[in-house]
């Protein structure tokens, strides 16, 4: 959208798979690897339960939060800010919030790499404060990057998701819309052409 | 000004603009669906729609109100004196089984809202008395006097475990 | 007995002859284009706008605490919040387009002559009303752009001359945009719709005072009206099915092409986003304030971007009829100006760099140059088109307008 970022249109276009499964590996990736320190406030265990994921599968992630309860992470403010020195934002919205979506939090998620000296750093973002969660810097065999690769995907799928999670009944609802409006309006136009048709010239 | 003439009316003319208004009037029909449930209880009311309730801290003869969708709802341990009173009568001016209003005879659990303008009675002596006309209740929640035309109601519950119950799911 | 209710009314109350005369009988001229269903479509969408504007102030909470987390809640958790939302949402972007495309095709036309001056000029208390309608519901959501959007816009008025700055904490109400400007912000903003419905009135009123206008430019003889139902309400309920198509297609599949990324981030009075644009309806008065390197000037300059549309009917001498329909030279100046007003809204998006800004203000020079030559070059074009000798069907209008004119004084 907005040219702020030139790295993002260079970004590989990101294809979000919002299906059941996917989202499900990508809350269980998201639970071990993100949830620490990240919370979702505006997404509660039961929207996942909506979604279609199994209740079991459910609990297993939730703990002794109640089904209800805001999928809030345990690491409070203070103690965030003195381990990072900042307070690691909520990702409800993560994926709306950044001018790329979803292709740049993948990117960023998988950007991360070994400096020269040793340091880890981001290709996109060389300012986080964010440590490398799936540690893909590290990976040098393919077959653990792809994997990562997959993990990051569940994750931003998921993010997707959450940010989004009205989008299938949506569209859904789109179709019956526009379809409805095709036909009206084509309704309409004939009236129209027989109404006119009537006017002496 | 030129006129319209709609002297020589076709039949084809008259059913597509009769089509097109049914059509149009379907249609705006549909669309004040998600206006008219937008007006509902959204879906984080809803979650909230059933509430736990530990019994264990009542004492006999006590009698607990807690918040159920926005109402009262009393708990009473009642004491076998007021089980064995409420079990011999069928109440005043709507005569109902006591054994029908209670899934344990010790617990009597009713929304505590006047049938009659939705006032909340008031726990005097056995019963209720709801003052804002004078409407009396015993210990089943059983209109005695008017002018409430109905009992207390019960809502709809389940024990959960011995001491605990669950408010909304029946 | 429904006829017996109606002759009660009629007793009482002008009904049947109100709908008759200004509504199903409105003497209508034939040769409309499509051009002109813009006025109808922008009336559906202030009331689409109106309805989901209501609805969603019953979910909505005007506190700098709850706002964001109200949009959520209206977006995940109220039933059907996400449509009322994004069709609120989109709609502002609509209407905007709509009532563009309504000023152009007068402006083309040169709809804006007399005797329709005070339609042009309600027209134009209508765009103010609307923009700062606009305005003032986007800092709702008080997310990012929000907040820093009214926070540069409330600045504006520091140019007010002697009490700038005082003007800018009262307009907010606390020395930074705050909690009370947003709840202030969010009572204009339930209140300015009904100012734009009475201006919308007053709008028709003198409409059915002058009738409407039409493609060649002059008032048409009798004969060539035809009564605005059915012809006008069918062409319109038409036009209206093919933007619902279009509002809607937006809505249900591309909702967030009209959101900006940063506002889906909480308001932070301590961080401002490293790219704030206004939205696309705005961004060519935008260009305009960034044009002039003076911070009073740049004001000054965009408030007149504006206001300038209203010295139209003076400022074009010509006496041909029907604007760039017969007018070559009013043709292409019409679209070098549209064409001029993309780039500035070009140029108002991207971030300035030198060179945005050399071409931010040679489009600035050529926006109000448009307006200053426009009296030399319509009375120049005049001239020269009387002298090449007009073509019959063009003299005929003149001669039939100035009949029609004479015959309106005698009445």
Known sequence: MSPTFAAENKLEKFQTDTSVIAVERGVDTFMNACHGCH?????HYRDLARFGIDKERIATWRGDSTLDSAMTSLLSDEAALQSFGKVPPDLSMIVMAREGGASYVFAYLTGYYLTPEGMTSNHLFPLTKMPDALEIS?????????????????IVSFLSWAADPQKAERESLGYYVIGYLIILTVLLYNVKLQVWSKLKT | MAE??????????????????VVTGAGAV???IPFVASMNPSAELLAKANTEVDLSDIPVGGMHTVAWQGKPIFILHRTPESIKAMEATNGGLKPEQDSDRVKKPEWLVVIGVCTHMGCVPNKEGPGWTCHCHGSQYDD????LRGPAPNNLEVPPYRFIADNKIMIGQA | MANKIIAWIDHRFPLTSFIKHELTGYPTPRNLSYWWNFGFLAGIVLMLQVLTGLFLAMHYKPDAAMAFDSIQHIMRDVNYGWLLRFMHSTGASAFFLVIYIHMARTLYYGSYRAPRELMWWTGQGLLLLLMATAFMGYLLPWGQMSFWGATVITNLFRATPFIGDQVVVWLRGDYAVGDDTLTRFFALHYLFPFLIIGAVVIHLVALHSVRSSNPSGIDLADKDNIPFHPYYTIKDFYGLGVFLMAYFLVVFFFPHSVLEPANNIPANPLITPDHIVPEWYFLPFYAILRAVPNMVGGVVAMGLSVIVFAFMPFLDRSRIPGGGRYRPVYRIMF?????????????GYVPPTSKTIIIGQVATFIYFGSFILLPFISKAEDKWL????LPPK???LIASEEQEIAKRGKR
């Open chain 2, 4 to 21: 319209y003439d709609d002297l020589d009316d076709t039949g084809r003319r008259d059913f597509l603009l009769k089509v097109t208004t």
């Open chain 3, 394 to 396: 063009i003299l005929a």
């Open chain 3, 386 to 389: 009387f002298k090449r000798g």
């Open chain 1, 138 to 154: 590290t990976a040098t065999d393919s077959v653990k990057r792809s994997e990562i690769m997959e993990q990051a995907h569940d």
């Open chain 3, 335 to 347: 679209y070098l100006f549209i064409l001029d007003i993309l780039v500035l809204g070009y140029v």
């Open chain 2, 140 to 143: 089943s929640g059983r209109v």
């Open chain 1, 39 to 43: 919370s979702l406030k505006y997404v």
């Open chain 2, 30 to 32: 549909a669309a004040s």
